[in-house]
């Protein structure tokens, strides 16, 4: 069974930076073997996705965080990293790392159902 724990959210002031990590436990693979991604939900709002590394390695991110989040991962950690930059009032949420080991083939890298394993998620508030 695979479990993800979420680190580095805080508070950040708007046109700052953050960088989120999720670890894997319990998994002795690598998270080549998988598709990652970073969902975020603030409050009153559905959750929705952020950015993801599909299976292929094929890198995705929402339009709202394009040339501003970067995704990556550390094979050899297992971790996955989420950079902030740039940040707005409106990135304030709760951040959720997740993945899966099923194909791409057929599924939306941001919806919800792609992926099996959830991390508790980390907050992360932007203020003026």
């Known amino acids: 069974q695979v479990q993800l724990v979420e680190s580095g959210g805080g508070s950040v002031q708007a046109g700052g930076s953050l960088t989120l990590s999720c670890a894997a436990y319990?998994?002795?693979?690598?998270?080549?073997?998988?598709?990652l991604a970073w969902f975020r939900q603030a409050p009153g709002k559905d959750r929705e996705g952020v950015a993801a590394?599909?299976?292929?390695?094929?890198?995705r991110y929402a339009d709202s965080v394009k040339g501003r989040f970067t995704i990556s991962e550390d094979n050899a950690k297992n971790t996955l990293y989420l950079q902030m930059n740039s940040l707005k009032l409106e990135d304030t949420a709760m951040y959720y790392c997740?993945?899966?080991?099923?194909?791409?083939?057929?599924?939306?890298?941001?919806?919800?159902?792609?992926?099996?394993?959830w991390g508790q998620g980390t907050q992360v508030t932007v203020s003026s």
């Open positions: 590394i599909e299976r292929d390695r094929t890198t």
């Open positions: 997740a993945a899966d080991f099923r194909s791409d083939v057929g599924w939306d890298p941001f919806s919800n159902y792609r992926y099996t394993y």
């Open positions: 319990g998994y002795t693979g690598s998270f080549y073997y998988m598709a």
